[in-house]
């Protein structure tokens, strides 16, 4: 029986989403909803906290958040928070990605494959791990922020997963993907959402524009002798599904295999203007 999903957009406009995560309904910055707002500015004002980044990053009426509370969104439980920077520790348009990961491991699971094996990368609170897992993969989970690995640990513990294959490593990207070639480890599939600019646990710096490229290269490195997919999402603005899939498309030419690529989205009831939020790319054999 399908789990009723508890984040839904109910609004967007004005440079601004209102969004409902469980109980407790969020107004923050949108900077893609350039349309006018559909529902009346009483329903907005209703919001429990709202998020600007007008006047310093801050909160307001964050107390009447809980410190932390759960939601189900694809059928999985996650952890939420309000942090310093108006995330919650989830990105909902990321769902279809989610159910499209879990389905593509117990498709490969249930056409004969004995394990099938993941890498990761750039994992945040862990819902592609979360996902992976609960197709059957095992999992490296790699992100830089300690503090978020203990997120995602957490979301897994809500998930059932604390004893499924999981490595949960907090490292700088390229120096891990570097390990692991020399190492000779190979997974069947890679899943990356790269900042658009990031730092290490040694101040490493991360650019997509200047180190994706590289990331890539490195991930068709540890491609298993019978991969199954690389998964390429990006909130980077400018980093269009078509520069998506000609980026990716570079990175496997020669594996066979077709890449896909679409906007990620954020969506509510069917009247609802749904908001884009970045962009992904697929390829797959």
């Given at each position: 029986?399908?789990?009723?999903?508890?984040?839904?957009?109910?609004?967007?406009?004005?440079?601004?989403?209102?969004?409902?995560?469980?109980?407790?309904?969020?107004?923050r910055?949108?900077?893609?909803?350039?349309?006018?707002?559909?529902?009346p500015?009483?329903?907005?004002?209703?919001?429990?906290?709202?998020?600007?980044?007008?006047?310093?990053?801050?909160?307001?009426?964050?107390?009447?958040?809980?410190?932390?509370?759960?939601?189900?969104?694809?059928?999985?439980?996650?952890?939420?928070?309000?942090?310093?920077?108006?995330?919650?520790?989830?990105?909902?348009?990321?769902?279809?990605?989610?159910?499209?990961?879990?389905?593509?491991?117990?498709?490969?699971?249930?056409?004969?494959?004995?394990?099938?094996?993941?890498?990761?990368?750039?994992?945040y609170s862990?819902?592609?791990?979360?996902?992976?897992?609960?197709?059957?993969?095992?999992?490296c989970h790699?992100?830089?922020?300690?503090?978020?690995?203990?997120?995602?640990?957490?979301?897994?513990?809500?998930?059932?997963?604390s004893?499924?294959?999981?490595?949960?490593?907090?490292?700088?990207?390229?120096?891990?993907?570097?390990?692991?070639?020399?190492?000779?480890?190979?997974?069947?599939?890679v899943?990356?959402?790269?900042?658009?600019?990031?730092?290490?646990?040694?101040?490493?710096?991360?650019?997509?524009?200047?180190?994706?490229?590289?990331?890539?290269?490195?991930?068709?490195?540890?491609?298993?002798?019978?991969?199954?997919?690389?998964?390429?999402s990006?909130?980077?603005?400018?980093?269009?599904?078509v520069?998506?899939?000609?980026?990716?498309?570079?990175?496997?030419?020669?594996?066979?295999?077709?890449?896909?690529?679409?906007?990620?989205?954020?969506?509510?009831?069917?009247?609802?203007?749904?908001?884009?939020?970045?962009?992904?790319?697929?390829?797959?054999?």
């Amino acid at each position: 029986m399908k789990v009723p999903d508890d984040y839904e957009l109910l609004d967007s406009g004005g440079g601004r989403k209102l969004e409902r995560f469980g109980s407790h309904v969020l107004s923050r910055p949108c900077s893609q909803a350039v349309w006018a707002q559909a529902l009346p500015d009483a329903v907005w004002q209703e919001a429990h906290a709202t998020f600007d980044r007008s006047d310093g990053n801050r909160w307001h009426n964050r107390g009447a958040l809980p410190g932390a509370w759960e939601i189900t969104a694809a059928q999985m439980r996650f952890k939420l928070s309000g942090t310093d920077f108006g995330h919650l520790g989830i990105f909902p348009e990321q769902r279809e990605q989610w159910r499209w990961i879990r389905g593509r491991f117990r498709s490969a699971l249930a056409g004969g494959r004995d394990k099938v094996s993941v890498l990761n990368l750039f994992a945040y609170s862990g819902g592609s791990t979360l996902a992976a897992a609960l197709g059957g993969a095992e999992v490296c989970h790699l992100d830089a922020s300690k503090g978020m690995v203990q997120w995602a640990r957490e979301n897994a513990a809500l998930n059932g997963l604390s004893d499924h294959p999981i490595r949960w490593i907090s490292d700088d990207a390229h120096k891990f993907l570097h390990r692991e070639v020399r190492r000779g480890r190979v997974y069947d599939a890679v899943i990356l959402d790269p900042p658009t600019f990031g730092r290490g646990q040694n101040n490493e710096m991360y650019k997509i524009e200047r180190d994706l490229p590289e990331t890539l290269a490195l991930c068709r490195r540890l491609l298993s002798k019978e991969p199954l997919f690389i998964l390429l999402s990006a909130h980077t603005p400018g980093y269009t599904p078509v520069v998506m899939q000609n980026v990716l498309g570079q990175a496997t030419e020669g594996l066979g295999g077709r890449v896909e690529s679409g906007e990620m989205m954020l969506t509510g009831a069917a009247d609802v203007l749904p908001v884009p939020s970045g962009a992904y790319a697929r390829w797959q054999v």
